[in-house]
C-alpha cells in the first residue's frame, strides 16, 4: 500500500480537486484505492463525490478518532466507518473514510473534545502507535493498492500526523504568492529534519505550483517560464540542509471553467496526467505503462476531436474510431460521437454512442443529458422523461437548466396540463431571469393556450436577451399567425431563417404548431421565403 498525503500551507489552491482526479485515473487502471478526508476542520471530499455517493454519510474520521482520545475505546475495525463510492465502473475501487458528517452538530462537538496535545505530548502518550494502527487496519481490511490522504493545511498536528507518519510521498501545492512559497518552504525544511521525523517513512515529495494563468502571448509564457524556474529554485533551497531532494516539480494553470462549476475530471488534461505520472510512474507494470500511454496520446488527440468538432471537420469520426481504439474506456470519445451523430440527424447511432460512454463510466452526466435529445427526436418520450430525471436527481451541473426546461417540455407532450406547466416554468424563471429559453418556453405555451399578450411579453425578452437566436423569431412568427396577423408571420419567419433557425425542428414539433405550418405550406410568400434561405426541401418534408 502506497501512501500519499497532499498538503498545502494555504487553502484554495486546488489541492482536493487534485487528489480526485488522482483517485479516479487509479480507479480507472483497476487499482483498488482508499481515500481519506484528514482536513476535519473543513472537510470537503464528500462534496467532490457528492453524485456517487449512495448513502448518508453516519461516522468517520472523527468518530474513530473520538472512540480512543475521549472514551479511551480503541475501535476494532475502521469498516464501519468507511463508505464504499460509486465510481460508475464495473467495479467500486474506491473506498472513503469520511471526515465525518459535519452538517450534524455533534460532530463539531466531538472535534473539539479530541486533545491533539494529550495523543501525543503527554505522558505515555499512546497517539502515534494508534495512527499506525489505523494505517494498518486500512491496509488489511481494505487491501488498497494506495492510500491517499487530504490533510488541512497549515502547521499543525493533523499535518505531522499524515504527513510524517503516515505518508511515503508528499504532494505539497502552493500558488505564486511569497505566503504560499514562504509557507512551503517552512514545511520542507520542518519534515525533512532528521530530528523531527517520528519515523523514516518519507520517500518522495513533490510540488505543484498551481491556479496561474494560461500564458495566450509569446511574452506571457516568456514570463510563465522565469515563474516555474524561480519558484523550483525556492523550493529546491529549501532542501538544502537535508538527505532529501524535491521529486518532481508540476503545474496546473487555472481553469475558469473548473473554478466554476468544480468539475472532476482529468479527461484530456496533460498537466493532471503529468502529475499522475510523476506519483505513479514507478510503480506501475509494462504492460499498464502501455496502458498509460495509449490513454495519454487517447487524451491528446481527443483534444483535436473537439476542435474538429467545433469546425465541423469531415475526419472527426476517423479520428473517433482512432481515439476508441487506443483506448476504449474513454467516456468523453462516445459522448463527442453522438454529439456528432446528433448534428447528423442520426439519432439511433447517437443514442448508442451515448449508451456506452454511460457504461464507460462518464462522470460528467454529458451523455446521460444529450441521450435525453436523441430520444426526444425519436419521439421516445418515456425515455426522454428517465433521463432527465436521473440527470436532475443525480445534481449534475453542466446542463442543469436545460436539463428542468425540457422536462417542462417533455411533460407537454406528454398531457401534462397546460397551466401547471406555465407555473413550473414560471418559477424556473424567477431562480434564472436571465436564461432566453425558458422565456420561449413560457410564450409558446401561453401561445398553444391562446394567451397572446402574455406570449408576447416573454418572447419579446427572450429576443432582448439573445436577439441572434433564429428560434425566437420562429415562436413570435407562430404567436402572429394565431393572431391573424399573415403579414408579421412572414416577416418573422423570414428572420428566423436568415438567423439560422434549423426549420427540420418544426418536425418534431406539437400538432398545434406543425398546423401552422401546414396551413401556410401553398402560400407564394411562404415559398418565396423558403427559396430564398435555399429550404425548398422543407415542403416535402411538411
Given at each position: 500500500?502506497?501512501?500519499?498525503?497532499?498538503?498545502?500551507?494555504?487553502?484554495?489552491?486546488?489541492?482536493?480537486?487534485?487528489?480526485?482526479?488522482?483517485?479516479?485515473?487509479?480507479a480507472e487502471f483497476g487499482k483498488k484505492v482508499c481515500i481519506m478526508d484528514f482536513d476535519l476542520e473543513a472537510p470537503g471530499l464528500n462534496h467532490k463525490y457528492k453524485r456517487q455517493i449512495n448513502t448518508e454519510i453516519k461516522q468517520g474520521?472523527?468518530?474513530?478518532?473520538?472512540?480512543?482520545?475521549?472514551?479511551?475505546?480503541?475501535?476494532?475495525?475502521?469498516?464501519?466507518?468507511?463508505?464504499?463510492?460509486?465510481?460508475?465502473?464495473?467495479?467500486?475501487?474506491?473506498?472513503?473514510?469520511?471526515?465525518?458528517?459535519?452538517?450534524?452538530?455533534?460532530?463539531?462537538?466531538?472535534?473539539?473534545?479530541?486533545?491533539?496535545?494529550?495523543?501525543?505530548?503527554?505522558?505515555?502518550?499512546?497517539?502515534?502507535?494508534?495512527?499506525?494502527?489505523?494505517?494498518?487496519?486500512?491496509?488489511?481490511?481494505?487491501?488498497?493498492?494506495?492510500?491517499?490522504?487530504?490533510?488541512?493545511?497549515g502547521i499543525t498536528e493533523i499535518a505531522a500526523i499524515t504527513m510524517s507518519l503516515l505518508a511515503e510521498s508528499i504532494v505539497l501545492f502552493a500558488v505564486n504568492n511569497e505566503e504560499n512559497i514562504c509557507g512551503t518552504q517552512q514545511i520542507?525544511?520542518?519534515?525533512?529534519?532528521?530530528?523531527?521525523?517520528?519515523?523514516?517513512?518519507?520517500?518522495?515529495?513533490h510540488f505543484v505550483l498551481t491556479r496561474i494563468p494560461f500564458p495566450n502571448t509569446p511574452e506571457g509564457r516568456s514570463r510563465e517560464y522565469e515563474i516555474k524556474n524561480l519558484v523550483e529554485q525556492k523550493i529546491k533551497d529549501a532542501f538544502?540542509?537535508?538527505?532529501?531532494?524535491?521529486?518532481?516539480?508540476?503545474?496546473?494553470?487555472?481553469?475558469?471553467?473548473?473554478?466554476?462549476?468544480?468539475?472532476?475530471?482529468?479527461?484530456?488534461?496533460?498537466?493532471?496526467?503529468?502529475?499522475?505520472?510523476?506519483?505513479?510512474?514507478?510503480?506501475?507494470?509494462?504492460?499498464?505503462?502501455?496502458?498509460?500511454?495509449?490513454?495519454?496520446?487517447?487524451?491528446?488527440?481527443?483534444?483535436?476531436?473537439?476542435?474538429?468538432?467545433?469546425?465541423?471537420?469531415?475526419?472527426?469520426?476517423?479520428?473517433?474510431?482512432?481515439?476508441?481504439?487506443?483506448?476504449?474506456?474513454?467516456?468523453?470519445?462516445?459522448?463527442?460521437?453522438?454529439?456528432?451523430?446528433?448534428?447528423?440527424?442520426?439519432?439511433?447511432?447517437?443514442?448508442?454512442?451515448?449508451?456506452?460512454?454511460?457504461?464507460?463510466?462518464?462522470?460528467?452526466?454529458?451523455?446521460?443529458?444529450?441521450?435525453?435529445?436523441?430520444?426526444?427526436?425519436?419521439?421516445?418520450?418515456?425515455?426522454?422523461?428517465?433521463?432527465?430525471?436521473?440527470?436532475?436527481?443525480?445534481?449534475?451541473?453542466?446542463?442543469?437548466?436545460?436539463?428542468?426546461?425540457?422536462?417542462?417540455?417533455?411533460?407537454?407532450?406528454?398531457?401534462?396540463?397546460?397551466?401547471?406547466?406555465?407555473?413550473?416554468?414560471?418559477?424556473?424563471?424567477?431562480?434564472?431571469?436571465?436564461?432566453?429559453?425558458?422565456?420561449?418556453?413560457?410564450?409558446?405555451?401561453?401561445?398553444?393556450?391562446?394567451?397572446?399578450?402574455?406570449?408576447?411579453?416573454?418572447?419579446?425578452?427572450?429576443?432582448?436577451?439573445?436577439?441572434?437566436?433564429?428560434?425566437?423569431?420562429?415562436?413570435?412568427?407562430?404567436?402572429?399567425?394565431?393572431?391573424?396577423?399573415?403579414?408579421?408571420?412572414?416577416?418573422?419567419?423570414?428572420?428566423?431563417?436568415?438567423?439560422?433557425?434549423?426549420?427540420?425542428?418544426?418536425?418534431?414539433?406539437?400538432?398545434?404548431?406543425?398546423?401552422?405550418?401546414?396551413?401556410?405550406?401553398?402560400?407564394?410568400?411562404?415559398?418565396?421565403?423558403?427559396?430564398?434561405?435555399?429550404?425548398?426541401?422543407?415542403?416535402?418534408?411538411?
Amino acid at each position: 500500500m502506497k501512501t500519499i498525503t497532499f498538503y498545502s500551507y494555504k487553502g484554495g489552491v486546488g489541492r482536493t480537486l487534485a487528489l480526485v482526479n488522482i483517485a479516479n485515473r487509479l480507479a480507472e487502471f483497476g487499482k483498488k484505492v482508499c481515500i481519506m478526508d484528514f482536513d476535519l476542520e473543513a472537510p470537503g471530499l464528500n462534496h467532490k463525490y457528492k453524485r456517487q455517493i449512495n448513502t448518508e454519510i453516519k461516522q468517520g474520521l472523527v468518530d474513530y478518532i473520538y472512540e480512543f482520545a475521549v472514551n479511551d475505546i480503541l475501535p476494532p475495525s475502521i469498516r464501519d466507518y468507511a463508505i464504499e463510492i460509486n465510481t460508475s465502473k464495473k467495479q467500486n475501487n474506491i473506498t472513503f473514510i469520511p471526515a465525518g458528517n459535519s452538517e450534524q452538530g455533534k460532530y463539531w462537538k466531538k472535534l473539539s473534545r479530541i486533545s491533539w496535545w494529550n495523543l501525543f505530548y503527554r505522558d505515555n502518550s499512546e497517539g502515534i502507535p494508534f495512527f499506525l494502527d489505523l494505517k494498518e487496519k486500512i491496509k488489511k481490511e481494505f487491501s488498497p493498492d494506495y492510500l491517499l490522504i487530504d490533510t488541512r493545511t497549515g502547521i499543525t498536528e493533523i499535518a505531522a500526523i499524515t504527513m510524517s507518519l503516515l505518508a511515503e510521498s508528499i504532494v505539497l501545492f502552493a500558488v505564486n504568492n511569497e505566503e504560499n512559497i514562504c509557507g512551503t518552504q517552512q514545511i520542507i525544511r520542518t519534515i525533512t529534519k532528521k530530528e523531527n521525523k517520528l519515523l523514516d517513512t518519507i520517500k518522495e515529495i513533490h510540488f505543484v505550483l498551481t491556479r496561474i494563468p494560461f500564458p495566450n502571448t509569446p511574452e506571457g509564457r516568456s514570463r510563465e517560464y522565469e515563474i516555474k524556474n524561480l519558484v523550483e529554485q525556492k523550493i529546491k533551497d529549501a532542501f538544502k540542509e537535508s538527505d532529501k531532494e524535491l521529486k518532481s516539480f508540476n503545474v496546473i494553470h487555472s481553469d475558469r471553467e473548473i473554478e466554476l462549476f468544480e468539475k472532476v475530471r482529468m479527461s484530456y488534461d496533460t498537466e493532471y496526467l503529468s502529475l499522475f505520472n510523476s506519483l505513479t510512474g514507478e510503480d506501475f507494470s509494462p504492460e499498464e505503462k502501455e496502458k498509460f500511454d495509449n490513454l495519454k496520446r487517447a487524451e491528446w488527440l481527443l483534444q483535436k476531436a473537439y476542435n474538429s468538432f467545433e469546425n465541423n471537420s469531415f475526419d472527426l469520426l476517423k479520428q473517433l474510431d482512432e481515439i476508441e481504439k487506443l483506448a476504449p474506456e474513454l467516456s468523453d470519445s462516445y459522448l463527442l460521437r453522438g454529439r456528432y451523430y446528433n448534428g447528423q440527424k442520426e439519432y439511433k447511432k447517437a443514442v448508442e454512442a451515448f449508451t456506452k460512454g454511460i457504461k464507460m463510466g462518464d462522470i460528467s452526466g454529458g451523455c446521460l443529458f444529450f441521450r435525453s435529445e436523441s430520444y426526444f427526436r425519436l419521439k421516445n418520450y418515456s425515455e426522454v422523461f428517465d433521463d432527465l430525471k436521473e440527470y436532475i436527481d443525480k445534481e449534475y451541473k453542466e446542463y442543469r437548466v436545460d436539463a428542468l426546461m425540457n422536462l417542462i417540455i417533455v411533460k407537454e407532450y406528454s398531457g401534462v396540463d397546460r397551466k401547471e406547466l406555465i407555473v413550473e416554468t414560471t418559477r424556473l424563471i424567477e431562480k434564472y431571469p436571465f436564461y432566453a429559453k425558458l422565456y420561449n418556453v413560457r410564450s409558446c405555451l401561453y401561445n398553444w393556450e391562446k394567451q397572446y399578450e402574455s406570449a408576447l411579453e416573454d418572447i419579446y425578452k427572450a429576443i432582448d436577451l439573445e436577439p441572434q437566436e433564429g428560434i425566437y423569431y420562429a415562436t413570435l412568427a407562430e404567436i402572429k399567425f394565431n393572431q391573424g396577423d399573415k403579414l408579421d408571420f412572414y416577416r418573422n419567419f423570414d428572420t428566423a431563417l436568415r438567423m439560422n433557425f434549423d426549420i427540420e425542428s418544426i418536425l418534431f414539433e406539437n400538432d398545434v404548431i406543425k398546423n401552422i405550418y401546414k396551413q401556410v405550406s401553398t402560400d407564394s410568400e411562404f415559398i418565396r421565403i423558403l427559396d430564398k434561405y435555399n429550404k425548398s426541401y422543407f415542403l416535402e418534408l411538411i
